[in-house]
Every structure is written in structure tokens, then in C-alpha cells.
């Protein structure tokens, strides 16, 4: 018995060691890596992740306004492994420069990324559903936000 429970001991040891490493690189988000979309009675709103290398993805996200038939607004994004640690840069209109995020929570569905430093938002939290559609919640310092349902899917 003892030995079983050593054994037990051990594997969540190994388990959370795992879970914890999986922060520091991009391998643990490839399943961001899409097309992703959303879309209700006011607005289509886009956003898409490719790889360019195993240190850096690509994405970019648009809002189409369905009422003023155009694109209100675009982002450009990034996600950068380095020194040992992920960060989700993003560049809007709004901003003269890229903000960044880090990384500083995930498991194999869930990436937090966090910017206590920024206006709004503060954290942007990736959620992927047991039906493979991701759930983006974005959120500011009391948990002020607004989260976006996106369908559509890994075409790595």
C-alpha cells in the first residue's frame, strides 16, 4: 500500500510539474492556431493564428459592423516564446504601440494572459470548449468585459 501511495505521490508531482512547463512555450497553444469567427444581429468579428515558427505565431482579428456595413476595427497579433516565457503582443488603432500580455496561466484548454499595467483590458483569457470552439473572455480591473464565442477550427 505504501508503495502504491508513493507511487500516486509521485505522478502528481510529475503531473503538475508538466502542467506548469506547458506555460513556457507555444507548443501547449497550438490549438489557437485557426480561423476562428463570430457573429450576432450587430457584428462578425474574426480572428486567425497561424505558426511561423515554433517560437512565434501570427494572428490578426477584424470587427465588421453589419448595420454601417464596414470594418470598425483590426488588430494585428502575436504570440512570442522567449526566455523562457509566452507573450501575446497586440497592435489596435488606439494604441500608438504593441501591448503586451503574459502568459501567466494555462492547461491544455485555457491560456490567461495578463497586463496589470494597461488600461483595458487588463486580462485576456482563451478558453477552449469541449465542442472545439474557443470562448475569449476580455476583461479589466473588476472584472469588467465582455467575452466573444468563436466556432471554426485548427486548419494548421
Same mark, same amino acid.
Not at 502568459?103 to 492547461?107: D, E, F, G, M, V
Not at 497586463?115 to 486580462?123: A, E, G, W, Y
Given at each position: 500500500?505504501?508503495?502504491?501511495? /508513493? ?8 503531473q503538475?510539474a508538466?502542467? %506548469?512547463k %506547458?506555460c513556457d512555450t507555444? $507548443? /501547449?497553444l497550438?490549438?489557437?492556431i485557426g480561423?476562428?469567427?463570430s457573429?450576432? &444581429?450587430k457584428? *462578425?468579428?474574426?480572428e486567425?493564428? @497561424?505558426r511561423?515558427?515554433?517560437k512565434?505565431f501570427?494572428?490578426?482579428g ?5 448595420? *454601417?456595413? @464596414?470594418?470598425v #476595427?483590426?488588430e494585428?497579433?502575436?504570440l ?7 507573450f ?6 488606439s494604441? =500608438?504601440?504593441p501591448? %503586451?500580455?503574459k ?5 491544455a $484548454?485555457?491560456a490567461?494572459?495578463e497586463? &496589470?499595467?494597461? =488600461?483595458?483590458?487588463? @486580462?485576456l483569457n482563451?478558453?477552449?470548449? *469541449?465542442d472545439?470552439?474557443?470562448?475569449v473572455?476580455v476583461?479589466? $480591473?473588476?472584472?469588467d468585459?465582455? &467575452?466573444? $464565442?468563436?466556432? #471554426? #477550427?485548427?486548419d494548421?
Open positions: 500500500m505504501l508503495k502504491l501511495l /508513493s507511487l500516486v505521490s509521485l505522478c502528481l508531482v510529475f503538475s508538466v502542467q %506548469a %506547458a507555444l $507548443e /501547449s497550438t490549438w489557437l480561423n476562428w469567427n457573429e450576432n &444581429s457584428l *462578425k468579428i474574426n486567425s493564428w @497561424k511561423i515558427s515554433g512565434t501570427e494572428g490578426s477584424y470587427t465588421y459592423s453589419i448595420e *454601417k456595413n @464596414k470594418i #476595427g483590426s494585428t497579433l502575436r512570442v516564446e522567449m526566455s523562457g516565457e509566452v501575446y503582443i497586440a497592435k489596435v488603432a494604441n =500608438d504601440l501591448v %503586451a500580455f502568459l501567466t496561466k494555462c492547461t $484548454e485555457t490567461i494572459f497586463n &496589470s499595467r494597461h =488600461d483595458f483590458p487588463k @486580462k482563451y478558453q477552449l470548449n *469541449k472545439k470552439n474557443i470562448t473572455f476583461s479589466g $480591473e473588476e472584472g468585459g465582455f &467575452s466573444i $464565442e468563436f466556432i #471554426g #477550427g485548427n494548421s
